[in-house]
């Protein structure tokens, strides 16, 4: 996870880009012949993805765009100590 490209998907992507993109990344995770290494990327990417359209979701919510990426950082490494 890494907000400033949390921060840069938010400000240019739609939430409508975000999920088509997601939706590939996704069915690339199940092609055969992918390779560990390869799935770590695609999931670092996946990560990414999924905060901003979370930060989206939270500033449609009426809560600052900092703050929004905020408690997404949060959330994340809260569930990492777990």
Do not use: W
């Not at 907000?3 to 993109?21: H, M």
């Not at 939706?23 to 092609?31: F, I, N, R």
């Not at 999931?43 to 905020?70: D, F, P, R, Y």
């Amino acid at each position: 996870m890494k907000l400033p490209i949390i921060r840069q998907l938010y400000q240019t992507s739609s939430p409508e880009k975000l999920s088509a993109t997601l939706d590939v990344l996704e069915s690339v995770t199940e092609a055969r012949g992918i390779k560990e290494e390869e799935l770590d990327i695609i999931g670092e990417l996946i990560t990414n993805i999924c905060g901003a359209l979370e930060v989206h979701q939270l500033v449609n919510e009426g809560m600052k765009e900092s703050e929004a990426l905020n408690m997404f950082a949060k959330k994340v490494l809260g569930s990492i100590d777990k």
